[in-house]
């Protein structure tokens, strides 16, 4: 019977096959070593005699079924091995593999590795990176599912931007028409907070800004929901310790190896994270970093970083809220506090050095929009369809949105966003 090779301790003594990649090999004699890799890890096969000569012709990454009977070796991967009886090649690699990736440690810089990366993915440490990820989103949907909110899908093919009315995104050929790639789903969360009350969704979003850097991607994935009935961006924000509670809790259980593999720890997060008015923040910076920046309209990524590195030391927080963003910095539909009127009920989080997410409660009377519009020189006419559902009754909303590739990047401390992304997609990179 064909097994997984995680299996192979729970099989001593049977005759079984597993199939997979050669990791490596290492002769000895007339005998070969093989480690071979699927989905589930590593194991060692032991081959002698006539399929020992075939798998000389072979290199690493072929593919091969090895059939044998299991037996106890306490100096193999799992703790057993297989002593083949029989090699059947499935798929041998035809030239040089460009890059080691049998290897702990990939030896590439980041441009090789990214050029490569149908290839380097298949390292194992490259592979704990997105299961890490995949984990991540799984308790995303499973949380909020467990909260009452519901799955959206919305479209990724605009008329025009919510937030620049087409400013600093990718235009797309429509037929006769000219369109663009969403930069939010915000529109369309908001829309459905008006039929399910609570939605979320987890989609790409697109973003033109002509960066370069360690953590922008002009294609990201975006993790963002929508709450009605809420009575501020405090109602957003404690649900978000509950959810990022909730995914560490579920990566100590089902990632513990790609962790370890990784050498990284999970964060330290109180029930509550500590929260900061921005103008706190930055009182608070000049004091004890010399850092002027008071009346700023938001932090600077140094900024970002000390306001981190103070939460951690005097709350044992790698998480901490900065609220009460100016009504300038923030787009028209966020809510001016009432008791602060220059100032918006809307936060960002940062997490070790970054920020993660950004969040706060919505407008949701059809007055208040057009007053906001007003104000900016926005004409209502260029967002008519958005502006519509609050002409029918919306009830008070907020929401997030979280870069996946960010948080796991900060998760791992990765060094590189773009190592977080399957197949990034930034302005110096169209491939793979």
Sequence with gaps: MR???SEIPNNIAKTVTVAGWIHKIRKLGGISFVVIRDRSGLAQVVVEEEAHEMLAELSTE???????????????PL?????AEKVEIISPVTEDIPVEINKKELRANLDTLLDNRPLTLRNPEQRAIFKVQAEIIRAFRDFLTGEGFTEIHSSKIVESGLETGGAEMFEVKWFKDKAFLSQS?????????????RVFETAFAYRAEKHSTGRHLNEYLSLDLEMGFIDSHEDVMKLEERMLGYIVNHLSETCAKEFELLDAKLPKAPKEFPRLKLVEAQEILEHEYKEKCVGAPDL???????????????????FIFITHYPSKKRPFYTYDDPAEPKSTRSFDLMFRGIE?????????????????MKD??????????????????MPPHGGLAIGAERLTAKLLNLENVREASL??????????
């Design 300 to 318: 600077d990524p140094k900024q970002e970083k000390l306001i981190c590195e103070y939460a951690e030391k005097k709350w044992g927080s790698e």
């Design 423 to 432: 197949f990034p997609r930034d302005i110096n990179r169209l491939r793979p």
């Design 185 to 197: 789903p915000q529109m369309y969360k908001q829309i459905m907070v008006g039929v399910y009350e």
């Design 376 to 393: 900016r020189n926005m004409s209502p006419n260029n967002f008519s369809d958005y502006l519509s559902i609050f002409k029918y009754g």
């Design 3 to 5: 097994i997984l090779v």
């Design 62 to 76: 072929s593919v091969v079924s090895l059939t044998g009977k299991v037996k106890r070796e306490e100096r193999a």
């Design 79 to 83: 703790g057993a091995e297989i002593l």
């Design 356 to 372: 993660i997410t950004t969040g706060g409660q919505r407008l949701h009377l059809y007055e208040d929009y057009l007053k906001k």
